[in-house]
């Protein structure tokens, strides 16, 4: 079993375990529907409540994993993000705290299963996954977020819904960079 599969498979199955509803979102998802590239992070996308947060991080073996309670606590309130690391890889995943806005609760609400690295999960939509790459490029200037949704358009691009990503593209303030890039 890959060092990626088994990490995987053991952060879902704790996911799980706490009844946290969760999708692979990022890199893994782009690499999903377009092209791969390395990384060292798994995103995962989680809508916790808190109690099952706190059994979340609690069913964390401290010689397994690397993760801050009061971080995670934190990032529920904020809806933002905290960082568990596994120690025997050196993997890190990324929980976000799924955003209450109208877009993050469609992106969930739209998540599908799939089958990644041999584990069953589950994972942002195509289109989901070119809005949230667009908005990390606005945010950061990124241009590998951008290299990602060309990747994704040359693999699926005949897939996309260009209503529906236009329609939050626009929503999401990130129209112009959506047209930049599947036009260019």
């Known amino acids: 079993m890959?060092?990626?599969?088994?990490?995987?498979?053991?952060i879902i199955a704790l996911l799980d375990g706490a009844g946290i509803p969760h999708m692979v979102a990022g890199s893994f998802a782009s690499a999903l529907y377009g092209t791969s590239r390395s990384t060292q992070d798994i995103d995962l996308v989680i809508d916790p409540a808190p109690r099952s947060l706190d059994d979340f991080v609690a069913s964390l073996p401290e010689s397994d994993y690397y993760v801050s309670k009061e971080a995670a606590q934190d990032a529920l309130q904020r809806r933002a993000l905290f960082n568990v690391v596994d120690m025997a890889t050196g993997w890190k995943i990324d929980l976000i705290i799924r955003k209450a806005r109208p877009f993050s609760l469609e992106e969930f609400r739209r998540r599908s299963p799939a089958r990644l690295f041999d584990v069953d999960i589950f994972v942002a939509s195509l289109e989901d996954t070119i809005l949230t790459k667009l908005e990390w490029s606005a945010m950061s200037g990124s241009e590998r977020q951008l290299r990602d949704v060309r990747g994704m358009l040359d693999v699926s691009g005949s897939s996309v819904d260009l209503e529906y990503v236009e329609r939050w593209a626009a929503e999401l303030g990130v129209l112009d960079l959506w047209r930049q890039v599947s036009l260019g």
Do not use: G, K
Request: proline residues 0%; charged residues 45%; aromatic residues 0%.
């Open 2 to 10: 890959s060092e990626v599969t088994d990490v995987l498979r053991r």
